[in-house]
Each structure stands twice: as C-alpha cells, then as structure tokens.
Nanobody, 127 residues
Framework: QARLVESGGGLVQPGGSLRLSCAAS????????MGWFRQAPGKEREAVSC????????YYARSVEGRFTISNNNAKDTVYLQMDGLKPEDTAVYYC????????????????????WGQGTQVTVSS
C-alpha cells in the first residue's frame, strides 16, 4: 500500500531551523513530482515547494524562497524540506504529496494515476 509519512515538525523559535522528512513506502519516488504544502489555521492550503525527481528541478513559493530547501535521497525514498530562518508566519501543518508534475511550487497529480498524501506534521514558530 502506497504511503507517505512526514516527520520532523516541532516548536522552534523565530530564526531557527527544522528539517522535515517525507518517507515513502509501498512505492518508489522515481518519476514523481514531490510537493510540500502547508495549511495554517483558518487559511487555505499553500504550496510551498516542488521537486521533480526525474530531473532534479526545484521550485519554491516566494514566501519561502531563499529560506527553504527541498531535496531527496533516492536510496531511502525520502524527500526533505530544510527550513531555515523560520518566521511565525511559517506556522502550519506541513504535508507532503506525490504528484506527477510541478507547476511552480505546486505538485499536481494526474487524475487516474497513483498519488498519495501524508498525514501532516505540525510546525510552530514562536518565542
């Protein structure tokens, strides 16, 4: 069964760092476009970053560009989101998703083809 599991969230002070992980099981990440999304209370879901596994292209939302870095470890079928210079407005539940192509920072799934979402991990930036 295809599954994504996020980890690495927590409470951090402004200016601090966290690294989120998204581990895939039941499938490999080859040829997927892996995305990180976030949703803060009372707000719509926001695409944060997308990584095209096949060619290594990366994309970021303007709100995180220069502070966040998406990467992957093929041997572990894991995608990471390194978050530096965290701000209170980065507080949200962060989700990873396996789509099929990146359009800017958003990973899109092609209807009818396998895709998955993780359960989310909470990131809180507060002093």
């Amino acid at each position: 069964q295809a599954r994504l599991v996020e980890s690495g969230g927590g409470l951090v002070q402004p200016g601090g760092s966290l690294r989120l992980s998204c581990a895939a099981s039941g499938f490999t990440l080859d040829n997927y476009a892996m995305g990180w999304f976030r949703q803060a209370p009372g707000k719509e879901r926001e695409a944060v970053s997308c990584l095209s596994i096949s060619d290594g292209s990366t994309y970021y939302a303007r709100s995180v560009e220069g502070r966040f870095t998406i990467s992957n470890n093929n041997a572990k079928d894991t995608v990471y989101l390194q978050m530096d210079g965290l701000k209170p407005e980065d507080t949200a539940v962060y989700y990873c998703a396996s789509g099929h192509y990146c359009s800017g920072a958003e990973s899109y799934a092609i209807p009818g083809y396998p895709s998955s979402w993780g359960q989310g991990t909470q990131v809180t930036v507060s002093s």
